[in-house]
């Protein structure tokens, strides 16, 4: 055991891409782009979504090991062989299984309108539909932009509700319900937050639960008096979205819903999180993504998946919030760290110009590291031994609890300047 210990570094994973229909195409990707730097493929002529970093049966990464042979392990079967590496509190909080998944998102058509359950609701999804719902954890979660970046996230504040309702006479149709009615007319009196939560659920859930045809009739109508009123006026974002939504999604649902929530621009370095059942849909742009180990997803709009949408009304807060947008903390003067409220993760972003170094101190926890951008060297230290090995762009480790890691950047310029850029995702430093 003791020459185990003495031997722990940093291996080399190979990671699984997803090719789901709204990633951008090829070249274009930038998940296209790293997963063929890491895996040495051709890049074809088809989307490129997302790049899984993690332990998740629907994308599991794989150890690549130093013997003579080059042979390749499930990380998560290596895991269960060697728990030291996880560290003591990771393994009695959650056995041998990684927290955390870590992800790049490509994103060039809109994502679904969607939620995840909390633990609870995972558990009865689960157990019920487990062809659907693949797992019982939780799913909080983290985006962070690498580019330019589009969402919808949570619920619009009741100003702005209030004036969906006075401003999108297509949604009219839908509200025609004596109940629905009701309670918009109580909208109109003066404000109460329960009574604008309750008006605010009834009328979601009627337009997300409309027939077809009905939903259709109001897209048109809608789609009609925007493509007239922009001969005249400026749109506004969210009309602009409507009217880019109709083309990506005919006659979807998702369309209507976008006045419901909130229009959230990242810029490069912005982040923004997200609990259990909480609405968003992403919308355009590229992003590290960060989240507890599930893949569970209720959708009711904008896809050709499968829709719970009984299940995702009934689940969400209807919190009219925005959500909070995080700018990092500065760790170190090249590292800053994005921390959300959740325990499973957080994450680094590391950038050290041409020449420099910074250390990433041990930690009783894994993590792993993405080589994003440039080119330079990692010395692993554990106990008294050291080590070095060289990173270059595309490359990704899983790092053992208790190393501390060297990084210097490389004097050579590379296609973006001179810095070496690294993403760590590790388990929320609050509870190591």
């Not at 730097?37 to 074809?44: G, M, V």
């Not at 001969?231 to 006045?259: I, N």
């Amino acid at each position: 055991m003791l020459e185990k210990l003495e031997k722990r570094g940093a291996v080399k994973l190979q990671c699984v891409v997803q090719n789901y229909a709204w990633g951008h195409v090829g070249k274009q990707s930038e998940v296209g782009r790293l997963y063929s730097l890491q895996s040495k493929a051709e890049i074809e002529d088809r989307p490129y979504a997302e790049l899984w970093m993690g332990t998740h049966e629907s994308g599991p990464s794989l150890v690549v090991l130093e013997d003579a042979e080059n042979s390749i392990i499930l990380l998560k079967d290596w895991l269960s062989e060697n728990p030291e590496v996880l560290g003591d509190k990771v393994v009695k909080r959650w056995g041998t299984e990684l927290p955390f998944l870590f992800k790049v998102l490509s994103v060039a058509k809109a994502l679904s309108i969607q939620a995840h359950p909390d633990k609870k609701l995972a558990k009865q999804l689960h157990q019920f539909q487990p062809d659907i719902y693949k797992d019982a954890n939780h799913k909080p979660e983290m985006a962070l932009a690498l580019t330019d970046f589009d969402a919808l996230c949570g619920f619009v504040g009741p100003q702005e509700f209030k004036q969906v309702i006075e401003t999108v006479p297509e949604l009219h149709s839908i509200f025609e319900g004596p109940e629905v009615m009701a309670l918009v007319n109580q909208f109109h009196s003066p404000f109460d937050k329960e009574v604008s939560k309750a008006t605010l659920k009834a009328a979601f859930t009627a337009v997300m639960t409309a027939g077809q045809d009905v939903v259709a009739n109001s897209i048109f109508k809608l789609v009609s008096r925007l493509k007239n009123e922009q001969k005249v006026r400026d749109l506004t974002q969210k009309e602009q979205l409507v009217l880019c939504l109709a083309k990506q999604y005919p006659d979807d649902v998702g369309v209507l819903s976008v006045f419901f929530f909130n229009y959230i621009h990242l810029a490069p370095g912005e982040a923004l999180y997200l609990d259990a059942n909480e609405p968003h849909a992403y919308l355009s742009g590229e992003c590290i993504e960060c989240m507890a180990a599930s893949d569970n997803v209720v959708r009711a709009g904008l896809t050709p998946k499968y829709r719970d949408t009984k299940t995702l009304c009934a689940m969400l807060t209807y919190k009219q919030d925005p959500p909070e947008i995080l700018y990092g903390v500065h760790i170190d003067p090249y590292t800053r760290r994005y921390s959300p409220p959740f325990e499973e993760f957080e994450v680094d972003c590391c950038i050290i110009p041409s020449g420099h170094s910074a250390i990433i101190p041990a930690v009783p926890g894994p993590s792993i590291l993405l080589v994003f951008e440039g080119a330079g060297v990692m010395s692993q230290v554990y106990r008294n031994v050291k080590s070095a090995i060289g990173l270059q762009r595309g490359e990704i480790f899983f790092v053992p609890a208790g190393i501390q890691l060297d990084l210097e950047a490389s004097m050579e310029i590379n296609t973006t300047g001179n810095s070496l850029c690294i993403y760590r995702a590790g388990v929320s430093s609050s509870v190591l």
